[in-house]
């Protein structure tokens, strides 16, 4: 009995001395941390929704842009009009780059705008990629668009110049925003699969 009241006395010493130790290890850290604000969550922004698009009796032609913001991150979707104004193929921005200073804006978006037909392909849903660099503006995007189609890498890319508008009316179906990317990010994946690219 007696050797096991010493053993348990030894434990106990030695579970404290480690206690001390570990406070003395971290206590450092603890104060350096100590003066640190906690960040708060970033909300997400609507920046707007921007278009221009050509319309005849029954169809549309043309571009819109749909931009979020949540912290420095510019997120948002490309709408390319190719025929019926509703549901027009839809694409995720990706590669987004901004420069505040300067308002450069420039991004990528796959899409499928239709069917392709050729000698090497029959039905084949299209691989269209689009590049845009130009500039942001709380009023319009102004820039260059780019359009391949990645069946074909080998062909050049079509180029043209591009104004964007901004809409007040499409700006405020934005609101109020998601608020977080990750609710935003479910709901404009529902609107992929329906009109989302192919491949």
Request: proline residues 8%; aromatic residues 12%; glycine residues 6%.
């Amino acid at each position: 009995m007696t050797r096991l009241t010493r053993n348990n006395s030894k434990q106990a010493a030695f579970r404290y001395f480690n206690r001390i130790l570990v406070c003395c290890v971290l206590w450092p850290v603890v104060m350096v941390h100590a003066g640190t604000p906690v960040r708060a969550a970033s909300k997400v922004e609507v920046l707007g929704a921007f278009s221009s698009i050509a319309h005849t009796e029954e169809d549309a032609f043309g571009y819109a842009v749909e931009l979020w913001k949540e912290g420095d991150q510019i997120f948002g979707l490309l709408f390319v009009y190719v025929g019926p104004p509703a549901d027009p193929p839809t694409g995720m921005l990706e590669d987004v780059k901004f420069d505040p200073a300067t308002g450069h804006l420039s991004f990528t978006a796959r899409i499928t705008t239709g069917l392709a037909y050729s000698r090497d392909y029959v039905g084949v849903p299209s691989r269209d990629r689009y590049k845009f660099e130009g500039i942001f503006t709380r009023r319009q995007l102004i820039g260059k668009l780019s359009h391949s189609n990645d069946l074909w890498p080998e062909e050049r890319p079509m180029s043209s110049r591009i104004r964007l508008r901004w809409s007040a009316f499409n700006t405020e179906l934005m609101t109020p925003p998601p608020p977080t990317y990750s609710t935003w990010r479910i709901w404009a994946d529902e609107i992929l699969k329906r009109r989302g690219p192919r491949w």
